[in-house]
């Protein structure tokens, strides 16, 4: 699957910011897909996954209440919903799907083999 990343922007802390990925080439639907992230000077982390159907959703405790993944897969879509931004939240957004994996559950970036472009999201204070 080819997946391509929109959304991201500059925002005060305290706003939100949608972001979306479109997926090409491939079936969507049985692909987990995810979002990640990575700030300069660090290691990609995780940020949310959600699962084939979209109905199980998993969140790093840094967003978790703050963020929400979803997906349409009829439109080929994964979306994250950034509300109550921090600075912190500063970083290059990927989306990555995971088209083999065994298991939904996915917390790394070795779980997803195909990636998104990157989208920065600058969150001023």
């Known amino acids: 699957v080819q997946l391509q990343a929109f959304g991201g922007g500059l925002v005060q802390a305290g706003g939100s910011l949608r972001l979306s990925c479109k997926a090409s080439v491939g079936t969507f639907s049985n692909y987990v897909m995810g979002w990640l992230r990575q700030a300069p000077g660090k290691e990609r982390e995780f940020v949310a996954v959600?699962?084939?159907?979209?109905?199980?959703?998993h969140y790093a405790d840094s967003v978790k209440g703050r963020f929400t993944i979803s997906r349409d897969n009829a439109e080929n879509t994964v979306y994250l919903q950034m509300n109550s931004l921090k600075p912190e939240d500063t970083a290059v957004y990927y989306c990555a799907g995971a088209g083999a994996a065994s298991t939904w559950l996915l917390q790394s970036a070795a779980g997803f083999g195909s990636w998104g472009q990157g989208t920065q999201v600058t969150v001023s204070s």
């Open positions: 959600i699962s084939r159907s979209g109905r199980l959703t």
